[in-house]
């Protein structure tokens, strides 16, 4: 037998959620993940290492969040058969396509980084490209057309009120506080409480954003910004299933929490909604 110790590195992104460790096992096994047989070694915590005992033989690591998503959202390592300890370090990355999965650092595996491209999906994207398979072939349909005549609908929380129009839907994401959808675009509000994580209310609305940005691993190339008195705001694309994904993301920061709302859309359609999203970002009311 050997020691694995992993290292989960502190990390905003999902910090109150606990990740789960499996290792590959065909003889002692109570779950299967991405047609693997695993047993379960135990769970971290944000910030948290641990250490395992383990056999010598080659095994695949995975972490994942829940049952739910672990055939989505998952990320394994490829443990070399061997008798030395083994020391393996992550966190948890920014990124609503994939649920903000686990990542290893430093992997250069190449069946790895196939598996992260593999599970870089979640449900409201699928949601949007089944909507829209009109769109794809070109044609645009009667709810389409509907849209355009839509009034203005305020929806309302506990937390906060945001103004969207009649058109779109409420829906459980089981992931983010609140999310609402048409056809072409998403919304969904994301939570951090300070009750839950103090240090974050020492943090600028500034110093979250720049956080954000630097905690996902898609978005070097985005740039924190606030015109004409507007809520902080990034943006970023993400390829899906062959199709370009624009994310624009407003950082709020109230009395109790930080908050970050994703507005998604097709990238041929981000100009299109470019104007609608800022007025809906200012609509946005936290009680």
Do not use: H
């Not at 449900?123 to 044609?139: D, H, R």
């Amino acid at each position: 037998m050997r020691n694995l110790t992993i290292q989960r590195t502190k990390s905003f992104v999902a910090s109150l959620v606990k990740v789960k460790v499996y290792i590959e096992d065909y003889n002692n096994f109570d779950a299967e993940i991405s047609n693997t047989p695993c047993r379960y070694l135990g769970d971290l915590k944000n910030g948290e290492a641990k250490t395992f005992s383990v056999g010598e033989e080659a095994a695949k690591v995975f972490v994942i969040i829940d049952q739910l998503s672990k055939n989505i959202c998952n990320e394994y390592y490829n443990l070399p058969a061997g008798t030395e300890d083994v020391t393996l370090t992550g966190q948890n990355r920014y990124n609503p396509a994939n649920g903000n999965a686990f990542r290893f650092d430093g992997v250069t595996d190449e069946d790895v980084l196939k598996n992260r491209k593999k599970g870089n999906k979640k449900g409201i994207i699928i949601l949007i490209v089944a909507a829209l398979v009109g769109l794809v072939i070109g044609l645009v349909s009667v709810l389409d057309f509907g849209a355009m005549f839509s009034g203005p609908e305020t929806f309302t929380t506990e937390e906060f009120s945001v103004t969207l129009t009649s058109q779109f839907e409420p829906y459980d994401s089981g992931t983010y506080y609140a999310c609402y959808e048409i056809d072409q675009v998403a919304v969904m509000f994301m939570k951090e409480s300070f009750a839950d994580n103090p240090t974050l209310s020492y943090l600028s609305t500034e110093q979250y954003g720049q956080a954000l940005i630097q905690s996902y691993e898609g978005s070097a190339g985005a740039v924190l910004n606030t015109q004409n008195g507007e809520p902080y705001s990034f943006t970023y694309t993400e390829t899906i299933d062959g199709e370009g994904c624009t994310y624009v993301t407003y950082v709020f920061k109230t009395d109790d929490a930080f908050w970050y709302v994703d507005f998604v859309t097709f990238s041929e359609d981000a100009a299109k909604y470019s104007d609608e999203i800022q007025e809906w970002a200012k609509s946005i009311v936290f009680n």
